[in-house]
């Protein structure tokens, strides 16, 4: 149930964090509730996953992405992802989640979640990989086709090396879920 007030509260605030623009980043702050925990009293894997989908759908909310794939029939959807924790988030304590859109090339938008302590060390990284889906043309869209449908001009920066090993180490882990077991 909790899950759903987060997220309620993440869309009824949307306007005081101002319109997403490509190349901002995404800011939202949390504490460590009981029902987030683990055996280890610190934050549960399960719950970094969570909370980075609210980062994204706040930059879905914030840029437009929301009103225009309602209007064309597309969803944002995930890919993939990959985590790195360097740090606990124990219980009580607050944190934010720094959520941007790195890069993109042609259906393919990479995103990147950081959950920043209070004294600013990052606690966890969460990469990502998604697409938007046209369900009427069946396909999915070229990133910067929504990039423009939303209304900005800004170019990707070409990938760095770590994300495109993401980009190939998940292509090779889509293949291999895709062929017969």
């Known amino acids: 149930m909790y899950v759903w007030i987060r997220l309620l509260r993440v869309a009824a605030t949307r306007g005081r964090r101002g319109p997403y623009r490509m190349g901002d980043e995404g800011r939202l702050s949390f504490r460590c509730l009981p029902t987030d925990i683990d055996t280890n009293v610190h934050l549960n894997n399960?719950?970094?996953m969570m909370l980075a989908d609210m980062g994204r759908i706040d930059i879905f909310l914030r840029s437009g992405l929301v009103r225009a794939a309602r209007e064309r029939g597309w969803a944002p959807l995930l890919?993939?992802?990959?985590?790195?924790?360097?740090?606990?988030?124990?219980?009580?304590?607050?944190?934010?989640?720094?959520?941007t859109i790195e890069t993109w090339e042609g259906t393919q938008v990479l995103g990147q979640h950081r959950f920043v302590l209070e004294d600013g060390r990052t606690a966890a990284i969460i990469m990502t990989t998604g697409g938007i889906y046209?369900?009427?043309?069946?396909?999915?869209?070229?990133?910067?086709?929504?990039?423009?449908?939303?209304?900005?001009?800004?170019?990707?920066?070409?990938?760095?090396?770590e994300e495109r090993s993401f980009m190939a180490s998940h292509e090779g882990l889509r293949s291999r879920a895709k062929s017969p077991a």
């Open 46 to 48: 399960a719950r970094y």
């Open 79 to 99: 890919g993939g992802l990959q985590v790195a924790y360097v740090r606990e988030i124990g219980l009580w304590k607050r944190f934010d989640v720094v959520s």
């Open 134 to 161: 046209d369900f009427r043309a069946r396909r999915f869209v070229p990133i910067d086709e929504v990039v423009r449908t939303i209304g900005h001009e800004t170019p990707p920066r070409p990938p760095n090396a």
